[in-house]
Protein backbone atom coordinates (compact mmCIF):
# COMPACT_ATOMS: atom_id res chain seq x y z
CA UNK A 1 0.00 0.00 0.00
CA UNK A 2 1.51 3.05 -1.03
CA UNK A 3 0.54 6.90 -1.71
CA UNK A 4 -0.34 7.23 -5.29
CA UNK A 5 2.18 9.64 -6.38
CA UNK A 6 4.83 7.34 -5.49
CA UNK A 7 5.43 4.17 -7.72
CA UNK A 8 9.45 2.97 -8.64
CA UNK A 9 10.99 0.22 -6.20
CA UNK A 10 12.30 0.03 -2.47
CA UNK A 11 16.04 -0.70 -2.63
CA UNK A 12 17.18 -3.32 -0.07
CA UNK A 13 19.36 -2.89 2.24
CA UNK A 14 21.19 -5.10 5.03
CA UNK A 15 20.99 -3.55 8.24
CA UNK A 16 24.14 -4.07 9.15
CA UNK A 17 25.15 -1.36 6.56
CA UNK A 18 23.14 0.67 7.50
CA UNK A 19 22.88 0.99 11.43
CA UNK A 20 26.18 1.42 13.42
CA UNK A 21 25.95 0.23 17.15
CA UNK A 22 27.68 1.50 20.52
CA UNK A 23 28.13 -0.42 22.97
CA UNK A 24 25.67 0.29 25.98
CA UNK A 25 25.76 -0.09 30.11
CA UNK A 26 24.19 -1.78 32.08
CA UNK A 27 22.59 0.29 35.08
CA UNK A 28 19.54 -0.47 37.38
CA UNK A 29 16.75 1.02 38.32
CA UNK A 30 19.33 0.79 41.57
CA UNK A 31 21.72 3.17 39.85
CA UNK A 32 18.96 5.74 38.32
CA UNK A 33 17.25 8.70 39.89
CA UNK A 34 15.15 11.37 38.97
CA UNK A 35 16.07 13.81 40.94
CA UNK A 36 19.54 15.19 39.28
CA UNK A 37 22.32 14.54 37.40
CA UNK A 38 25.20 14.73 35.00
CA UNK A 39 23.94 12.12 32.28
CA UNK A 40 20.59 11.03 31.96
CA UNK A 41 19.84 7.24 30.79
CA UNK A 42 17.51 5.52 28.60
CA UNK A 43 16.59 2.03 30.40
CA UNK A 44 14.87 -0.66 28.32
CA UNK A 45 12.03 -0.73 30.84
CA UNK A 46 11.12 2.98 29.43
CA UNK A 47 11.25 1.41 25.69
CA UNK A 48 8.66 -1.07 26.97
CA UNK A 49 6.33 1.03 29.58
CA UNK A 50 7.12 4.92 29.40
CA UNK A 51 7.13 6.02 25.94
CA UNK A 52 3.81 6.36 24.15
CA UNK A 53 4.94 7.33 21.04
CA UNK A 54 7.75 6.14 18.07
CA UNK A 55 9.42 9.70 18.06
CA UNK A 56 10.22 10.71 21.02
CA UNK A 57 11.86 14.06 22.35
CA UNK A 58 14.44 13.95 24.56
CA UNK A 59 13.40 16.84 26.74
CA UNK A 60 10.56 13.99 28.40
CA UNK A 61 10.76 14.28 32.26
CA UNK A 62 10.70 10.22 32.68
CA UNK A 63 14.38 9.93 31.10
CA UNK A 64 15.81 9.30 34.84
CA UNK A 65 19.86 10.64 35.35
CA UNK A 66 22.38 8.30 36.67
CA UNK A 67 23.35 8.84 40.35
CA UNK A 68 26.96 10.15 41.13
CA UNK A 69 29.52 7.21 41.60
CA UNK A 70 27.66 5.03 39.10
CA UNK A 71 28.74 6.21 35.49
CA UNK A 72 30.03 3.76 33.04
CA UNK A 73 33.86 4.29 31.69
CA UNK A 74 32.82 4.04 28.05
CA UNK A 75 29.88 5.66 26.59
CA UNK A 76 28.65 7.51 23.39
CA UNK A 77 26.53 10.07 23.46
CA UNK A 78 22.74 9.75 21.69
CA UNK A 79 22.54 12.49 18.85
CA UNK A 80 19.12 13.64 16.80
CA UNK A 81 18.09 10.43 14.44
CA UNK A 82 19.86 7.86 16.64
CA UNK A 83 17.44 4.51 17.54
CA UNK A 84 17.44 3.21 20.62
CA UNK A 85 16.07 -1.09 20.63
CA UNK A 86 14.89 -2.67 23.80
CA UNK A 87 17.27 -5.76 23.13
CA UNK A 88 14.84 -8.02 25.12
CA UNK A 89 11.25 -9.16 26.72
CA UNK A 90 9.15 -11.54 27.99
CA UNK A 91 7.19 -11.60 24.53
CA UNK A 92 9.00 -12.62 21.46
CA UNK A 93 6.82 -9.39 19.60
CA UNK A 94 8.24 -7.09 22.02
CA UNK A 95 11.83 -7.50 21.21
CA UNK A 96 12.73 -4.38 19.04
CA UNK A 97 11.13 -2.17 20.37
CA UNK A 98 12.07 0.93 18.89
CA UNK A 99 12.28 4.47 19.88
CA UNK A 100 14.00 7.25 17.89
CA UNK A 101 15.42 10.55 19.15
CA UNK A 102 13.94 13.55 17.39
CA UNK A 103 14.56 16.52 18.66
CA UNK A 104 18.15 18.56 19.12
CA UNK A 105 19.62 17.39 22.35
CA UNK A 106 20.65 19.94 24.58
CA UNK A 107 22.05 17.64 27.50
CA UNK A 108 24.12 14.45 27.95
CA UNK A 109 21.93 10.87 27.40
CA UNK A 110 22.84 7.71 26.92
CA UNK A 111 21.66 4.40 26.17
CA UNK A 112 21.32 1.82 29.14
CA UNK A 113 20.51 -1.70 29.97
CA UNK A 114 19.04 -4.24 27.57
CA UNK A 115 19.09 -1.78 24.90
CA UNK A 116 20.65 -1.30 21.11
CA UNK A 117 21.91 1.79 20.33
CA UNK A 118 22.39 2.46 16.68
CA UNK A 119 22.92 5.53 14.33
CA UNK A 120 22.34 5.75 10.49
CA UNK A 121 25.53 8.00 9.88
CA UNK A 122 24.73 7.74 6.16
CA UNK A 123 21.48 9.34 6.30
CA UNK A 124 19.77 7.07 3.71
CA UNK A 125 16.37 7.34 6.19
CA UNK A 126 14.60 10.69 7.02
CA UNK A 127 13.89 11.11 11.08
CA UNK A 128 11.69 8.63 12.13
CA UNK A 129 11.63 6.33 9.50
CA UNK A 130 13.88 3.70 11.43
CA UNK A 131 11.64 3.94 14.15
CA UNK A 132 8.62 3.03 12.21
CA UNK A 133 10.08 0.69 10.19
CA UNK A 134 11.04 -1.85 13.32
CA UNK A 135 7.69 -1.58 14.45
CA UNK A 136 6.37 -2.81 10.67
CA UNK A 137 5.23 -6.06 10.42
CA UNK A 138 8.37 -6.77 7.38
CA UNK A 139 10.93 -6.44 10.49
CA UNK A 140 8.76 -7.97 13.42
CA UNK A 141 8.44 -11.32 11.45
CA UNK A 142 12.06 -10.97 11.17
CA UNK A 143 13.01 -10.42 14.41
CA UNK A 144 10.47 -13.32 15.33
CA UNK A 145 12.64 -15.92 13.60
CA UNK A 146 16.15 -14.87 14.83
CA UNK A 147 14.93 -13.64 18.77
CA UNK A 148 16.48 -16.46 21.09
CA UNK A 149 15.66 -17.30 24.76
CA UNK A 150 12.89 -19.67 26.22
CA UNK A 151 11.16 -17.36 29.42
CA UNK A 152 13.18 -14.38 28.06
CA UNK A 153 13.69 -13.01 24.27
CA UNK A 154 16.40 -11.20 23.49
CA UNK A 155 18.25 -9.45 20.08
CA UNK A 156 21.94 -8.09 20.00
CA UNK A 157 23.54 -6.01 17.20
CA UNK A 158 25.25 -9.03 15.52
CA UNK A 159 21.51 -9.75 14.57
CA UNK A 160 21.58 -6.53 12.41
CA UNK A 161 23.28 -8.84 9.54
CA UNK A 162 20.61 -11.41 9.21
CA UNK A 163 17.75 -8.08 9.17
CA UNK A 164 17.33 -6.54 6.15
CA UNK A 165 15.60 -2.94 5.08
CA UNK A 166 13.42 -1.87 2.46
CA UNK A 167 13.34 2.65 2.19
CA UNK A 168 12.07 4.57 -1.25
CA UNK A 169 13.34 7.83 -1.88
CA UNK A 170 13.20 10.55 1.13
CA UNK A 171 10.07 12.13 -0.04
CA UNK A 172 7.80 9.22 0.52
CA UNK A 173 9.87 8.05 3.64
CA UNK A 174 8.99 11.75 5.09
CA UNK A 175 5.44 11.65 3.72
CA UNK A 176 4.92 7.70 5.46
CA UNK A 177 5.99 9.17 9.17
CA UNK A 178 4.09 12.46 8.86
CA UNK A 179 1.04 10.28 8.39
CA UNK A 180 2.44 7.66 11.34
CA UNK A 181 3.31 10.61 13.87
CA UNK A 182 -0.20 12.18 13.08
CA UNK A 183 -1.96 8.54 13.92
CA UNK A 184 -0.13 8.07 17.36
CA UNK A 185 -0.36 12.14 18.30
CA UNK A 186 -3.87 10.75 17.91
CA UNK A 187 -3.47 7.68 19.92
CA UNK A 188 -1.72 10.06 22.51
CA UNK A 189 -5.08 12.10 22.99
CA UNK A 190 -7.37 9.40 23.30
CA UNK A 191 -5.71 7.87 25.87
CA UNK A 192 -5.67 11.05 28.02
CA UNK A 193 -9.42 11.39 27.32
CA UNK A 194 -9.58 8.15 28.72
CA UNK A 195 -7.86 8.59 31.57
CA UNK A 196 -9.59 11.81 32.43
CA UNK A 197 -12.65 10.36 32.13
CA UNK A 198 -11.52 7.39 34.46
CA UNK A 199 -10.72 10.20 37.08
CA UNK A 200 -13.80 11.98 36.65
CA UNK A 201 -15.53 8.96 36.96
CA UNK A 202 -13.53 7.94 40.55
CA UNK A 203 -14.15 10.98 41.75
CA UNK A 204 -18.33 10.36 41.24
CA UNK A 205 -17.70 6.87 42.44
CA UNK A 206 -16.20 8.54 45.59
CA UNK A 207 -19.47 10.37 46.23
CA UNK A 208 -21.63 7.68 45.08
CA UNK A 209 -19.79 5.14 47.12
CA UNK A 210 -19.26 6.58 50.17
CA UNK A 211 -20.91 9.22 51.23
CA UNK A 212 -24.33 7.63 52.47
CA UNK A 213 -26.21 8.58 55.83
CA UNK A 214 -28.46 5.45 55.50
CA UNK A 215 -25.86 2.67 55.71
CA UNK A 216 -25.18 -0.46 57.83
CA UNK A 217 -21.34 -1.44 58.50
CA UNK A 218 -21.04 -4.99 56.60
CA UNK A 219 -17.67 -7.17 56.83
CA UNK A 220 -16.30 -8.59 53.83
CA UNK A 221 -16.69 -12.01 55.22
CA UNK A 222 -20.58 -11.25 55.05
CA UNK A 223 -20.07 -10.23 51.29
CA UNK A 224 -17.80 -12.52 49.79
CA UNK A 225 -18.48 -16.45 49.74
CA UNK A 226 -14.87 -18.39 48.73
CA UNK A 227 -14.92 -20.61 46.04
CA UNK A 228 -12.56 -23.53 45.38
CA UNK A 229 -13.58 -25.48 42.25
CA UNK A 230 -11.08 -27.14 40.78
CA UNK A 231 -10.50 -28.43 37.33
CA UNK A 232 -10.39 -31.99 36.93
CA UNK A 233 -9.22 -32.20 33.96
CA UNK A 234 -6.35 -30.43 31.47
CA UNK A 235 -7.33 -27.59 29.38
CA UNK A 236 -10.92 -27.79 30.67
CA UNK A 237 -11.51 -23.95 30.66
CA UNK A 238 -9.62 -21.22 28.61
CA UNK A 239 -6.42 -19.64 30.64
CA UNK A 240 -7.23 -16.04 32.39
CA UNK A 241 -4.75 -13.58 33.88
CA UNK A 242 -5.86 -11.54 36.41
CA UNK A 243 -4.06 -8.06 36.68
CA UNK A 244 -4.72 -4.76 37.93
CA UNK A 245 -5.41 -3.69 34.46
CA UNK A 246 -8.60 -6.83 34.88
CA UNK A 247 -8.91 -10.07 33.83
CA UNK A 248 -7.39 -11.12 30.23
CA UNK A 249 -7.21 -14.48 27.97
CA UNK A 250 -3.64 -14.92 29.47
CA UNK A 251 -2.40 -16.12 25.63
CA UNK A 252 -4.03 -12.67 24.50
CA UNK A 253 -2.09 -10.76 27.22
CA UNK A 254 1.27 -12.98 26.98
CA UNK A 255 0.88 -13.01 23.30
CA UNK A 256 1.72 -17.03 24.28
CA UNK A 257 0.65 -19.52 27.51
CA UNK A 258 2.82 -18.99 30.46
CA UNK A 259 1.14 -21.36 32.92
CA UNK A 260 1.76 -24.84 33.37
CA UNK A 261 0.87 -26.97 30.29
CA UNK A 262 -0.90 -29.24 32.97
CA UNK A 263 -3.46 -27.04 34.37
CA UNK A 264 -4.82 -29.62 36.25
CA UNK A 265 -6.34 -28.37 39.93
CA UNK A 266 -6.87 -25.14 38.32
CA UNK A 267 -9.35 -22.89 39.98
CA UNK A 268 -12.34 -22.38 38.30
CA UNK A 269 -13.84 -18.76 38.05
CA UNK A 270 -17.39 -18.45 36.49
CA UNK A 271 -18.89 -14.71 35.40
CA UNK A 272 -19.85 -12.61 38.27
CA UNK A 273 -16.56 -13.56 40.34
CA UNK A 274 -14.44 -11.65 42.27
CA UNK A 275 -10.28 -12.56 41.44
CA UNK A 276 -8.06 -11.41 44.05
CA UNK A 277 -4.37 -12.04 44.16
CA UNK A 278 -3.26 -12.47 47.87
CA UNK A 279 0.25 -11.23 47.49
CA UNK A 280 -0.05 -8.23 44.77
CA UNK A 281 -3.98 -7.47 46.40
CA UNK A 282 -2.13 -4.06 47.72
CA UNK A 283 -1.35 -3.07 43.99
CA UNK A 284 -4.79 -3.31 43.25
CA UNK A 285 -4.93 -7.10 41.62
CA UNK A 286 -8.55 -7.91 42.46
CA UNK A 287 -10.84 -8.07 39.10
CA UNK A 288 -14.51 -8.93 39.02
CA UNK A 289 -15.53 -11.26 35.91
CA UNK A 290 -17.99 -9.54 33.75
CA UNK A 291 -16.66 -11.09 30.28
CA UNK A 292 -15.93 -14.80 30.95
CA UNK A 293 -18.41 -17.73 31.37
CA UNK A 294 -16.02 -20.00 32.74
CA UNK A 295 -12.25 -19.38 32.83
CA UNK A 296 -8.96 -21.12 34.87
CA UNK A 297 -6.59 -19.19 37.25
CA UNK A 298 -4.12 -20.31 39.35
CA UNK A 299 -4.11 -21.93 42.02
CA UNK A 300 -2.42 -18.86 44.27
CA UNK A 301 -5.66 -16.75 43.40
CA UNK A 302 -8.50 -16.38 46.11
CA UNK A 303 -12.10 -16.21 43.74
CA UNK A 304 -15.30 -15.18 45.94
CA UNK A 305 -18.67 -14.98 44.83
CA UNK A 306 -20.73 -12.15 45.81
CA UNK A 307 -23.86 -12.88 48.18
CA UNK A 308 -27.16 -12.28 46.50
CA UNK A 309 -28.04 -9.31 49.02
CA UNK A 310 -25.77 -7.32 47.50
CA UNK A 311 -25.97 -6.00 43.91
CA UNK A 312 -22.18 -6.96 42.36
CA UNK A 313 -21.74 -4.18 40.21
CA UNK A 314 -22.20 -2.02 43.18
CA UNK A 315 -19.53 -4.63 45.12
CA UNK A 316 -17.45 -4.79 42.50
CA UNK A 317 -16.75 -1.08 41.74
CA UNK A 318 -16.51 -0.83 45.92
CA UNK A 319 -13.68 -3.03 45.85
CA UNK A 320 -11.75 -1.30 43.33
CA UNK A 321 -12.22 1.93 44.65
CA UNK A 322 -9.07 3.86 45.93
CA UNK A 323 -10.71 3.57 49.88
CA UNK A 324 -10.66 -0.12 49.39
CA UNK A 325 -7.24 -0.26 47.90
CA UNK A 326 -5.91 1.63 50.77
CA UNK A 327 -7.61 -0.54 53.16
CA UNK A 328 -6.43 -3.79 51.66
CA UNK A 329 -3.15 -2.36 51.80
CA UNK A 330 -2.99 -1.64 55.59
CA UNK A 331 -3.81 -5.96 55.64
CA UNK A 332 -1.04 -6.47 53.50
CA UNK A 333 2.45 -7.74 54.76
CA UNK A 334 5.87 -7.06 53.42
CA UNK A 335 7.53 -10.12 52.33
CA UNK A 336 10.76 -10.71 51.15
CA UNK A 337 10.14 -9.57 47.76
CA UNK A 338 9.69 -5.78 47.58
CA UNK A 339 6.87 -6.16 44.80
CA UNK A 340 4.91 -8.75 47.12
CA UNK A 341 3.08 -8.02 49.73
CA UNK A 342 1.34 -11.29 51.90
CA UNK A 343 -2.59 -10.75 52.50
CA UNK A 344 -3.82 -11.31 56.12
CA UNK A 345 -6.58 -13.07 55.24
CA UNK A 346 -8.36 -13.15 58.86
CA UNK A 347 -7.41 -9.29 58.58
CA UNK A 348 -8.92 -8.96 55.10
CA UNK A 349 -11.95 -10.49 56.38
CA UNK A 350 -12.66 -8.40 59.19
CA UNK A 351 -12.43 -5.45 57.17
CA UNK A 352 -16.01 -3.61 57.04
CA UNK A 353 -17.91 -0.69 54.24
CA UNK A 354 -20.86 1.26 55.20
CA UNK A 355 -23.72 -0.58 52.75
CA UNK A 356 -26.26 1.41 51.49
CA UNK A 357 -29.92 -1.15 51.03
CA UNK A 358 -30.17 -3.17 47.71
CA UNK A 359 -32.45 -0.63 46.42
CA UNK A 360 -30.11 1.79 46.62
CA UNK A 361 -27.38 -0.43 45.55
CA UNK A 362 -29.17 -1.20 42.64
CA UNK A 363 -29.80 2.86 41.47
CA UNK A 364 -25.82 3.39 41.93
CA UNK A 365 -25.15 0.59 39.90
CA UNK A 366 -27.19 1.61 36.65
CA UNK A 367 -25.22 4.90 37.10
CA UNK A 368 -22.46 2.88 37.45
CA UNK A 369 -23.06 0.78 33.71
CA UNK A 370 -24.23 3.99 32.45
CA UNK A 371 -20.18 5.33 32.87
CA UNK A 372 -19.16 2.16 31.69
CA UNK A 373 -20.42 2.07 28.72
CA UNK A 374 -19.14 5.70 28.33
CA UNK A 375 -15.45 4.07 28.67
CA UNK A 376 -15.91 1.51 26.58
CA UNK A 377 -16.65 3.32 23.52
CA UNK A 378 -14.04 6.00 24.44
CA UNK A 379 -11.60 2.74 24.57
CA UNK A 380 -13.12 1.21 21.74
CA UNK A 381 -12.15 4.10 19.19
CA UNK A 382 -8.57 3.83 20.62
CA UNK A 383 -9.03 0.50 19.73
CA UNK A 384 -9.92 1.52 16.33
CA UNK A 385 -6.95 4.07 16.68
CA UNK A 386 -4.69 1.43 17.19
CA UNK A 387 -5.95 -0.74 14.75
CA UNK A 388 -5.38 1.70 12.16
CA UNK A 389 -1.48 2.07 13.07
CA UNK A 390 -0.97 -1.59 12.85
CA UNK A 391 -2.94 -2.16 9.68
CA UNK A 392 -0.50 0.95 8.02
CA UNK A 393 2.50 -0.60 9.95
CA UNK A 394 1.88 -4.42 8.43
CA UNK A 395 0.97 -2.84 4.77
CA UNK A 396 3.26 0.59 4.18
CA UNK A 397 6.46 -1.31 4.52
CA UNK A 398 8.04 -3.90 2.07
Not at 151 to 162: A, M, Q, R, T
Not at 327 to 334: D, G, L
Not at 382 to 394: E, I, M
Request: hydrophobic share 35%; with cysteine; proline share 3%.
Amino acid sequence: MRFPEFDGEWEKYNVSDILNTFPTNSLSWDNLSYKCGKIKNIHYGLIHNGFDTTCVYTTNKIIPFIKDGNFPLEYTLLKTGDLILADASENRKDVGRPIEIINDICENIISGLHTIHARDESNIAVQGFKGFYFQSKSMKSQIYRIANGSKIYGISPSNFKELHMCLPDHLEQEKIVVLLRKIETRIQTQSKIINKCKSLINQIYDCLLWNFKDTKKIKLSDILIEKNEKSKINDQYPILSSTVKGLFLQSEYFDREIASSNNIGYKITNKRDIIISPQNLWMGNITYNDKYDNGLVSPSYKIYTINDKHNPTYISTLLKSYRALYMFKTVSEQGASVVRRNLNLDSFYEISFNIPSKKEQDKISKLINSFNIKISLEEKYLQDLQFQKKFLLDNMFI
